[in-house]
């Protein structure tokens, strides 16, 4: 079965500098790869995606991922952060098959202090 | 604003109680999945219409049931409440049903059991 890891659950760094958010993902077929946003009391939000083509995917809000198939990698990465950024951010995987669920990740509280 | 609505915003209601949540998609987007998100099990898919029809189920446990109607709105119905029902609901929709699409969130119900 599909899995997604997020390897920290929280991530603090200071305004301005730069950012990464692990995540990995399991499967031994083709997947499809996402990233989500949640700021407080709202629902996700759609960062970015990776479907295929170019392993360098470029979102909204200044983010980019890169995909890594021998590492089976998805990370997140900003290259300066601010305030606004502070939210909960979900790495999602779509793989296989006649199931189009999300298998998402368990998150990863990004807090960006001034 | 994703275009997907979901009422009511909040639940509160008392074990044993049976309620039902409302998802109206994004317009034109035929399929709708249902997903749970508590602290402990994190985001889990719950179930999957495309067209009125059941397309694929996950972790849906047999108190809860859903359905789409012709109009394509969906309801999400869980009897039987127990405490650990307590949980951010989230409706999304997409425009078909290839795995690729990306699907976009409304902005939850959450329930509390008490």
């Known amino acids: 079965a599909q899995s997604v890891t997020q390897l920290d659950s929280q991530v603090p760094v200071f305004e301005e500098a730069p950012v990464e958010l692990r995540c990995n993902y399991s499967?031994?077929?083709?997947?499809?790869l996402f990233w989500y946003v949640q700021y407080p009391n709202q629902g996700l939000q759609l960062l970015l995606k990776?479907?295929?083509?170019?392993?360098l995917v470029k979102g909204i809000n200044g983010f980019e991922a890169e995909f890594n198939k021998s590492q089976t990698s998805f990370h997140l990465r900003k290259p300066s952060v601010h305030i606004s950024d502070t939210a909960e951010y979900f790495c999602a995987a779509n793989s296989g098959g006649s199931n189009y669920k999300l298998t998402f990740g368990k998150g990863t509280l990004l807090t960006v202090n001034p | 604003d994703s275009g997907v609505t979901q009422t009511p915003k909040h639940l509160i209601t008392a074990t044993g109680q049976r309620v039902t949540l409302r998802c109206s998609p994004r317009?034109?987007?035929?399929?709708v999945y249902w997903y749970q998100q508590s602290l402990d099990q994190g985001l889990q898919f719950l179930i999957q219409y495309y067209n009125g029809e059941e397309r694929a189920k996950g972790n849906i446990l047999e108190r809860f049931s859903a359905q789409q109607f012709p109009d394509l709105h969906s309801e999400l119905n869980l009897s039987s409440l127990e405490l650990g029902d307590s949980a951010l609901y989230f409706c999304?929709?997409?425009?078909?049903?290839?795995?690729?699409?990306?699907?976009?969130f409304g902005p939850g119900t959450r329930l509390t059991v008490t």
């Open positions: 499967s031994s077929v083709s997947v499809y």
């Open positions: 999304a929709s997409s425009a078909g049903e290839r795995r690729s699409g990306e699907q976009y």
């Open positions: 317009s034109g987007d035929l399929s």
């Open positions: 990776y479907l295929s083509g170019s392993t």
